[in-house]
């Protein structure tokens, strides 16, 4: 959850301001300045640390060559996100974006918390670790300015009063369960992660407006298995498709999702603190650190 990448203007279908909007109440995406408010609005929200929440739900899927697809786990999360504000002497006003996230696998047929997977090509059953990321924070900070000079733009389409983003992130990197020598003999972490953003133009250009109280997304991932699945070299891959939405308060989440962080994720219910310079946390990491724990426990 969870995100950041900017691409060129794009108005197509832009409608006219809605009416009793003057000019001056509306962002002028034009305005290297307005177009970052716009962007941060997307992201969390303009007042600094005011926490947003991002809720949700769908399926992951197995893709085995010669096999029907499978569904593996049905999902439940949510990302928990303020935003510090910057100022940077060439580059302008800025901000940042520090969260945490969570993740739960849910019985695909009775949407029970998993403790326990049975997995269905070696029938070893074997313990659920859950998507427990903190911190999931922003990079690189964005500001008015990048790094090369060239003014920030907001990379959406305009069309019948909705406001549609977005942006793919592909994912190469070495594998943190993976030894010495992953330049010989592989073991890279290979995934694409695709996001859309959804909103409404006359919250997303009013001047006046903080934050999208009705914004909403999907997201997509291509992955290899689940590092906590033991599924070694065979072959296959992972789809997951989820859709979310923005809700207002802690006690919005919907269950099971909510008693769940409230009982055993506590400090998920709130964002790290705007000043976190923590490395980002991942789910390899969190699978190698159960894994070391439960050898200790043998």
Same mark, same amino acid.
């Given at each position: ?122 029938? $070893?059953? &074997?313990?659920?670790?859950?998507? !427990? %990321?903190? /911190?999931?924070?922003?990079?690189? #900070? ?112 919907? $269950?099971? &999702?909510?008693?769940?962080?409230? !009982? %055993?994720? /506590?400090?998920?219910?709130?964002? #790290? ?26």
């Amino acid at each position: 959850m969870k995100k950041l990448l900017f691409g060129a203007l794009l108005l197509g279908g832009m409608s006219a301001m809605p009416p009793g909007v003057q000019a001056q109440d509306r962002l002028d995406l034009n305005v290297p300045e307005d177009a970052l408010e716009v962007q941060r609005k997307f992201i969390c929200s303009r007042a600094e640390g005011d926490t947003t929440y991002g809720y949700f739900q769908g399926k992951m899927y197995s893709r085995v060559e010669g096999e029907r697809d499978r569904i593996l786990f049905n999902l439940v999360g949510v990302n928990v996100r303020q935003c510090k504000n910057l100022d940077h002497p060439e580059r302008g006003r800025g901000f940042r974006s520090v969260s945490r996230e969570v993740m739960l696998y849910l019985d695909p047929d009775t949407n029970e918390v998993l403790k326990t997977w049975e997995n269905p090509w070696t029938g $070893e059953t &074997l313990n659920v670790v859950h998507v !427990a %990321n903190d /911190p999931v924070n922003m990079r690189n #900070p964005i500001h008015v300015y990048r790094e090369d000079g060239t003014p920030i733009t907001f990379n959406g389409m305009f069309k019948n009063g909705r406001v549609f983003s977005s942006f793919n992130v592909p994912l190469f990197y070495k594998n943190p369960l993976g030894g010495d020598y992953q330049d010989y003999i592989g073991g890279t972490y290979h995934a694409m992660e695709m996001f859309n953003d959804y909103a409404y133009e006359e919250e997303v250009l009013d001047r006046n407006n903080m934050k999208l109280s009705r914004l909403s997304f999907s997201w997509t991932r291509v992955a290899d298995w689940l590092p906590w699945m033991k599924m070694g070299d065979r072959i296959g891959i992972m789809f997951t498709s989820v859709v979310g939405a923005r809700v207002n308060t802690v006690e919005d989440i919907p $269950e099971p &999702l909510l008693s769940e962080m409230k !009982a %055993n994720y /506590p400090k998920f219910l709130t964002p #790290p603190p705007l000043d976190d310079d923590r490395p980002n946390e991942t789910s390899w990491v969190l699978t190698k650190a159960a894994i070391d724990a439960e050898r200790e426990n043998k």
